[in-house]
T-cell receptor, first 111, second 116 residues
Framework: QKEVEQDPGPLSVPEGAIVSLNCTYSNSAFQYFMWYRQYSRKGPELLMYTYSSGNKEDGRFTAQVDKSSKYISLFIRDSQPSDSATYLCAMTARGNEKLTFGTGTRLTIIP | GAVVSQHPSRVICKSGTSVKIECRSLDFQATTMFWYRQFPKQSLMLMATSNEGSKATYEQGVEKDKFLINHASLTLSTLTVTSAHPEDSSFYIC????????????FGPGTRLLVL
């Protein structure tokens, strides 16, 4: 079993819809959680960074962490065609420099 | 802030030659830099971690003599692919982390290497 599981998709939703992206993990030591967006042939771009459980909102993006369920989510409101990309979750434990990534979910927003 | 650049963005070389890829943190001092490799439609695979002034730590299965990493300053790390072969063709991405930033890594735009 992988430490981090993420549905690879592809996921297609109409413009304006709310998108929900999720990752589950098995390592209870993970405390730092990140979401990256990666456009084709580009490096990943940091979208959200959260520490431990709770919610964090930034514009149209909301990140949720539920440590009791070992489950993290990224919500995108009012989705736009420019949101079409691969979304990677990443996480790590305190003092561990390495990130453990999910496989990425390919998202397409249909105009 | 937190901008990481890579150069070149694309490189094509002949089999047997060496290729150097530069990674720079433009607006911060990177205490740690990371080198990843990514195959099409796959996630990132960590190759090595480097700290300024010390030897890089390579992941299991990564040949340190083939992938030479130099972290000469707090803003520059280089990856040299020595005696490149077609199977080394891939997308190479660096990332950097600043002191006091927790565990967040900021990524460069990537370098696409094609070995003929």
């Amino acid at each position: 079993q992988k430490e981090v599981e993420q549905d690879p998709g592809p996921l297609s939703v109409p413009e304006g819809a709310i998108v929900s992206l999720n990752c589950t993990y098995s390592n209870s030591a993970f405390q730092y959680f990140m979401w990256y967006r990666q456009y084709s042939r580009k490096g990943p771009e940091l979208l959200m960074y959260t520490y431990s459980s709770g919610n964090k909102e930034d514009g149209r993006f909301t990140a949720q962490v539920d440590k009791s369920s070992k489950y993290i989510s990224l919500f995108i409101r009012d989705s736009q065609p420019s949101d079409s990309a691969t979304y990677l979750c990443a996480m790590t434990a305190r003092g561990n420099e390495k990130l453990t990534f999910g496989t990425g979910t390919r998202l397409t927003i249909i105009p | 802030g937190a901008v990481v650049s890579q150069h070149p963005s694309r490189v094509i070389c002949k089999s047997g030659t060496s290729v150097k890829i530069e990674c720079r943190s433009l607006d911060f001092q990177a205490t740690t830099m990371f080198w990843y490799r990514q195959f099409p439609k796959q996630s990132l695979m960590l190759m090595a971690t480097s700290n300024e002034g010390s030897k890089a730590t390579y992941e299991q299965g990564v040949e340190k003599d083939k992938f030479l990493i130099n972290h000469a300053s707090l803003t520059l790390s280089t990856l040299t692919v020595t005696s490149a072969h077609p199977e080394d063709s891939s997308f190479y991405i660096c990332s950097a982390k600043g002191q006091g930033w927790g565990e967040t890594q900021y990524f460069g735009p990537g370098t696409r290497l094609l070995v003929l």
